[in-house]
C-alpha cells in the first residue's frame, strides 16, 4: 500500500492506496474506505511503489476528490490557527430528508444566518441556516444523500 498526503482548499488528507483493479481503486481516505473510478490509466513504469497493488492500471495522480471525514466536534481552535478538518461545531439535520444542494464547500468562511445545505423533506425545500459564524472544517453529505433527523451535515470551526 503507499500513502500519499494531499492538501485540498487548505484541509489536509492522507490518501493511502489499498488496491486498484483497472479503473477502479480501493483508497482509505483519512482512515475511511472509498472506491473511487480513475478517468485515465497511469503508466505503471512511472509509479513502481504501486506494483504490490492489485491493479490492472496505477492511480497516483489520479484526481481524488475524498469526501472529508466525519469526526466528534473539539473544542474552538484559536482564531491565528486554521481550524483542522472537522474541528468545530457541528450542523445539524432539523428533519429526515434528501440534501438537494450544498451552498458552501470547505474553507468559506460563513456567517450567522447563511444558508449552507437545502433540504426537501415532505417535498418542501427546506434552508439550513448556519448558527455559528467561522469556517466550514468539513462537509459529511452530499447531494442526493438521505439524512435522518440530528445527522451532522457539516462543521464550522
Given at each position: 500500500m503507499k500513502t500519499y498526503q494531499y492538501k485540498v482548499q487548505g484541509v489536509d488528507y492522507e490518501v493511502e492506496?489499498?488496491?486498484v483493479?483497472?479503473?477502479?481503486?480501493?483508497v482509505n481516505v483519512n482512515g475511511i474506505p472509498f472506491e473511487i473510478e480513475m478517468q485515465k490509466p497511469i503508466n505503471a513504469a512511472k509509479h513502481p511503489a504501486l506494483a504490490a497493488t492489485k491493479r490492472t492500471a496505477p492511480v497516483a495522480e489520479a484526481p481524488v476528490?475524498?469526501?472529508p471525514a466525519p469526526v466528534?466536534?473539539?473544542a474552538k481552535p484559536q482564531a491565528a490557527q486554521a481550524a483542522p478538518a472537522g474541528a468545530g461545531n457541528p450542523v445539524k439535520a432539523p428533519l429526515p430528508g434528501t440534501i438537494n444542494a450544498i451552498n458552501v464547500k470547505v474553507g468559506?468562511?460563513?456567517a450567522v444566518?447563511?444558508?449552507v445545505v437545502v433540504l426537501e423533506a415532505m417535498k418542501m425545500q427546506n434552508n439550513i441556516e448556519a448558527e455559528y459564524a467561522g469556517t466550514v472544517?468539513?462537509?459529511?453529505v452530499n447531494p442526493g444523500d438521505s439524512v435522518m433527523e440530528g445527522a451532522v451535515l457539516m462543521t464550522i470551526g
Open positions: 492506496i489499498a488496491e483493479e483497472g479503473k477502479i481503486a480501493k476528490a475524498p469526501k466528534q466536534p473539539a468559506d468562511i460563513i444566518g447563511d444558508v472544517t468539513s462537509i459529511t
